[in-house]
């Protein structure tokens, strides 16, 4: 007998569970559907023992479940506990496989066949997704066949197959070949898919026969062998077996995405990272189709708490206000003697066309990421060089953009409505421009992960922002003073053009076509000398390639490659030589800049060693740096006080590994932050705990670090690490005098057996509240250690191949 | 970018030093003392005892210095330059206030073991500039760690290969993997090789062994034999490899006990003079 629920709610982590548990308490007939054997998946698959963070503090709990600050066994007992106190109807081993239907009758199809109807239905199923598996014959439900490892160290003595080339599957295979035999097995002919840092060590360790690969194979069926397991693989050469004890496939997971969709959803963008779009109500475009939690983009579980009750509140017909209105009207708080946070919502998207096409949701979310800024008449917003990458809107008042630094006839005003700041936020560089506020102001700065976050998900937003954006690039790079209209027609002409890492921009020989001036990025100038690519120099954002040939009238004379991910706009030939006709003061810049370029290229091709050297740098993290730690180990003396001096200015953890990481003619590049332009760390930090100073540092907040361990994975360079605390140790005159302690530097072993405090992540940050900066740098007796930017890159290359 | 600790800065610690030593000198040659030759005793005497003792002070706080991170906001390289060179330059200032009276007494132990200080002082600057390039060839961008694994890896496949070639070639595997020390007497380490490495003789004796294997053997023979020599190769790399860390850290336990010695003798010196003059 099939029964109508009121509501079905899809998964059970903290926004399903709450959801359930509020629909219990107030009596409405609801099902709450978890594809596994236990509540919360999520959590429950954190490490043992992990401290689980309720982040924001500030944000108040709503939920008939408790969640405060704890031990990952002790919030899951309660809420196992309280689950069943309040009879919520859980049904669990039921993967929810299909939804169809409309308000009132949707039915819910399960694994294995059974239908549900519900008149609404709330997604909460968070954004881990499902595991790949291997799916050949004989690998289902095999219990030598598994798809997580949680502790290498639990396995010796056996021969394990791990199959994938993702950083997991390289990670866990070089674990395991401590103490076993390891085959990794990879479908392609190369790894090209993991990060660098992980690259590096699965080349080496294969090169080193520390463990074998097999490439360009794919599983084809596994047979029992004893009880061992015969594992049959497709290869280039045919088909071969392998006798095997166990076989781990980190196969990556399947996002839910697809899942979502096929239930009706829409996605405003093809990005993956696009959120859906939802009502106030945390509806979807599916009436009746409700989604909360980390997959409607609220990524921590007191948010996901606080929406499983809130949408059960909705669907009853309660308009109650969401939970964070406190903390909104806390920010707004200059504001409300003039307005209700209601009305602050409609007047912001009447006045700021940016903000237009979002939601009140999304817009709720960006103004809790946001700050307002009151500046008097002449005070200044931001300065020139700095490395801040926030968006501001103008939502009253009027600000001048001091493009020039002298010449105040050149300001540009802004307005009402109108936006800046999007230069550092799209290039990841110093800001490029003063900017004063020339009446008093209200206004709106955002923080740049809430900007990516709608940049990504709303294309419309994304064009609003780049249309001025180029016109501005434009400027600031190439032409101040362009008239209205030279500046229209040139627009006109130009584009915004995308390169991947690698990918090459114009060869050398291409005919000019045009001009590209890079926003985003960096890239490579090379040569071909004799058989050989030389590299000739480097180019970050902020300027432009390609001028030559046009002015020149000749073929390309070089091969530039974006060194990385790289965005540029790019002006035809036509449009440029108008520039050029029209300014010729840009003309002389210009030809002044050639004559500059053909000594240098001289000078490099006689030596090509230095060319490699830069090719390295980039390599190595310069092509995204704003700072490199790099050791000249012909001066380095292994003392180790380098390391030393990080662990005694940062709580007895390095943050820097001096051996590590690779070398090239001498020089070496330890295992320490680059503080990116763009950095990786940041993309998905669920308390957004990464941040950047003004200067460029980029550091954790400790304060909001749950230690989750994502950006962990996310830094391509292998420099962050979880730690917990360093304990104790006698001073310094006991250690010189007596010989008390382990004396400076970071005690390893202790550090990790000590379970003290959280376990968090750490990285370098500049040592940016130390007075005189990098402690590293300063304590290093011989000068062997050095901190450069990439635009000394070129006076570090000289000096060493001199 | 990078500059080495004597040219740091265009040789601004060997002006000052030099500066020193010249100002010094002159006023040693012109000083007339009022009774007797010129010796620590004089009014140029306590001057020179005083600048000297400043000194040696200031470059045994070095080794607080060192260790006080993030405090201060000179580089330790700036530091250790100035030490070098005023270190150098105290030769002449502590000579010229004894004035050239050396005896069999606690003074001139003092001043024998600022020599001492000095000299191997002067020794660890050599070790500092040549050994770092020689170790980064030396190890060809490998960690110590990953040429200790590779060992370990080589070990591994040599046992495995030399137990089907019969009991004399296998024990002689074994034994050699089990002897094989790295590290050890200081002497040893310092030199950066071993003249009884148990290794090279594995390799030597299981390459005799191997001449009496049966034929369908050989193969795999050669096969250990390119292990072992090998092998041979990475162990003598991890000899160099530690040899030259000990050139760079043996002349500190000569360098810091003895100015602890310097340290107590001065103390002596000065009460004594003091009391006894
Ligand atoms: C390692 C790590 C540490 C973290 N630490 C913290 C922290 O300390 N503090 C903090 O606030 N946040 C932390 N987070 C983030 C937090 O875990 C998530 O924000 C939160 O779990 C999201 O809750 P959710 O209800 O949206 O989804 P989830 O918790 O992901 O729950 C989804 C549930 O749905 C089930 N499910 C999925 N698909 C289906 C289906 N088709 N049918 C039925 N059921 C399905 C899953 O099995 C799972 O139980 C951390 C995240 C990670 C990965
Ligand atoms: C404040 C510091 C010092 C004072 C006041 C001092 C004082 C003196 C005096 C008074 C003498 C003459 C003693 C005599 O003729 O018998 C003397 C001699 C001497 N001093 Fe110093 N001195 C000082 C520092 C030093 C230092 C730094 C050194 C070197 C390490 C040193 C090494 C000697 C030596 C070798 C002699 C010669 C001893 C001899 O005549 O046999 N002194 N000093
Ligand atoms: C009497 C004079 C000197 C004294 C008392 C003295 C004392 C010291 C001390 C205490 C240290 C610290 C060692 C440590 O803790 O690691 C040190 C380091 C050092 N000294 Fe001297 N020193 C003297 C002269 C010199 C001279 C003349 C030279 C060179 C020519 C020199 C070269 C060095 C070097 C290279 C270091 C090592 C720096 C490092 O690796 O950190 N010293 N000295
Ligand atoms: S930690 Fe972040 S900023 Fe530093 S190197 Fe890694 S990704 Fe870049
Ligand atoms: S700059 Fe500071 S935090 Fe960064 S590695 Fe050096 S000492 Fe550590
Ligand atoms: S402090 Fe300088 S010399 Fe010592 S290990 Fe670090 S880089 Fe090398």
Known sequence: MTQLYKVAIVGSGPGGMSAGGRAAQAGISHILLEKTDHLSDTIYKYQKGKLVMATPDILPLRSPMDFKLGIREDILGTWDRQTAELKVNVKFNSEVTKITGKKGAFELTVAGGEKIQAENVVLAIGLQGNLRKLGIPG???????????????????????????????????????????????NRSAEFARAKQGNLDLITKSIEKGLLECMYSSAPVRLEPAGDRLKHVLKTADGEAEVVCDRIIARLGALAPRSFVEACGIQFPSKDPTALPELSPTYESNVAGLY??????????????????????????????????????????????????VDELLVAIQSTIPVFAGLT????????????????????????????????????????????????????????????????????????????????????IETARREMIKLIKSLPKVRETIDRAAVERQIRTYLAPSLSRDDMDSILRSAKLRSFKSNEVLFKEGDPGDGVFLIRTGSCTVSRRIGDKEIVMSYVPAGHYVGEMALVRDMPRSATVKAAIETETVWLDGAGFRLLLDHLPDLRHRIERRIGAIITQTEDMAARPETGNLIQFLVQEGGKEAADMLLIDESLCVRCDNCEKACAETHGGISRLDREAGPTYASIHVPTSCRHCEHPHCMADCPPDALHKTKDGEVYIDEQTCIGCGNCERNCPYGVIHMSYEAPAKPGLLSWLLF????????????????????????????????????????????????????????SLTNNVAQ | MHESILAFRGFKYLKLSALMVAVTAIVYAVHQPTVGPPNGGTALGYALGTLGLGLIIWLAWFGVRKRRYGLGKMLLEDWLSAHVYLGLGLIVVATLH????????????????????????????????????????????????????????????????????????????????????????????????????????????????????????AEKGRALIALLARKVELVERVRRDLGFKAMMDVWLFVHVPLTFGLLASLTAHVVSVFFYW
């Open chain 2, 98 to 217: 004894t004035g050239f009276q050396f005896g069999w007494n606690v003074h001139t132990l003092a001043y024998v073991l600022m020599i001492l200080v000095i000299a191997s002082g002067a020794f660890g600057v050599f070790a500092y500039l040549r050994y770092p390039r020689l170790m980064t060839e030396n190890r060809r961008g490998a960690t110590q760690r990953e040429l200790l694994t590779q060992i370990a890896e080589l070990d591994v496949k040599a046992r495995e290969i030399s137990a089907g070639l019969g009991d004399d070639i296998h024990g002689e595997v074994m034994r050699a993997q089990e002897k094989l020390a790295l590290g050890g007497p200081a002497r040893r380490q310092l030199s950066g090789r071993d003249p009884n490495c148990p290794a090279t003789a594995a390799l030597k004796r299981v390459g005799d062994l191997s001449l009496g294997l049966p034929v369908t053997d």
């Open chain 1, 291 to 340: 989604i909360i939690g980390a997959l409607a983009g609220y990524p921590l579980i007191k948010q996901a708490m606080n929406q499983g009750y809130e949408v059960v509140e909705f669907i009853q017909g309660n308009r109650v206000k969401p939970a964070d209105e406190p903390l909104l009207e806390e920010k707004f708080k200059k504001l409300l003697d003039r307005y209700t």
């Open chain 1, 139 to 185: 690998s289902d439900n095999h219990p030598k066949v598994q798809y997580q490892l949680d502790d290498p160290d639990e396995y010796a003595d056996e021969t394990i197959m791990v199959v994938g080339a993702g950083d997991a599957a390289i990670e866990n295979a070089v674990a395991l070949a401590k103490q076993n035999k390891v085959i990794i097995v």
């Open chain 1, 360 to 443: 009140i949701l999304q817009l709720r979310e960006v103004l809790l990421g946001s700050e307002v800024r009151m500046p008097q008449a002449g005070e200044t917003v931001f300065q020139r060089n700095e490395f801040t990458n926030t968006f501001f809107t103008v939502f009253e008042g009027e600000v001048a953009i001091q493009v020039d630094s002298e010449d105040r006839d050149d300001d540009v005003m802004l307005g009402p409505g109108s936006f800046f700041g999007e230069m550092g936020l799209i290039s990841g560089r110093r800001r490029s421009a003063t900017v004063i506020a020339s009446k008093p102001c209200v206004l």
């Open chain 1, 739 to 794: 010989g008390l302690g382990y004396g400076p530097g970071e005690d390893k072993k202790a550090v990790h057996d000590s379970h003290q405090g959280k376990k968090l992540a750490v990285k370098c940050d500049m040592c940016k509240d130390i007075d005189g900066g990098a402690a590293c740098v300063r304590s290093c007796p011989t000068g062997a250690a050095i901190r450069v930017s990439p635009e000394q890159f070129f």
